[in-house]
């Protein structure tokens, strides 16, 4: 099996959900490896990223709810700086196209705005941990969680 990052470099743009970012930001799970070579190979330039405006807010409301409103500036200004990363707003053309992906693959509101952001940008690939996701057929899922090594 190739590595996540041979996998994602194999796309020109690749989609790249909130779960990710979380999982490096906070840095204390399983996941918090693969989700670092992902992020580092997109900040190299070996594949461009692109995210909705959905990955700011969802980010951003743990510190918010916690009252460390300075922890989410900060997180917006990472978010919004990172090297190679689009993100993009939400529109009338992709809430359209969110509303057929879940009458399609029975995804989640904010699962379906994300695929279809990526989507109306040409995406090729969605990297993601969330494997109901793979139901969808018109981009490559790749599954943080393949990547994960066995203890």
Avoid: W
Avoid at 79 to 107: K, N
């Amino acid at each position: 099996m190739a590595s996540l990052t041979e996998t994602l470099s194999r796309h020109g743009l690749v989609g790249i959900d909130t779960s990710i970012f979380i999982y490096h930001i906070e840095g204390s799970s399983q996941f918090v490896g693969p989700a670092g070579d992902a992020l580092n190979a997109l900040a190299r330039g070996s594949f461009r990223g692109v995210t909705s405006v959905l990955t700011l807010m969802e980010i951003t409301v743990q510190p918010l709810r916690l009252g460390r409103t300075i922890a989410a500036n900060e997180y917006e200004l990472v978010l919004s700086s990172f090297p190679h990363l689009q993100i993009v707003d939400v529109d009338r053309t992709i809430a359209r196209r969110a509303a057929e992906l879940r009458a399609t693959y029975r995804l989640q509101p904010a699962d379906a705005v994300q695929v279809a952001a990526c989507l109306s940008h040409h995406a090729t690939a969605f990297l993601t941990n969330d494997k109901g996701i793979r139901r969808v057929t018109e981009l490559e899922v790749v599954v943080l969680g393949d990547f994960v090594q066995d203890s």
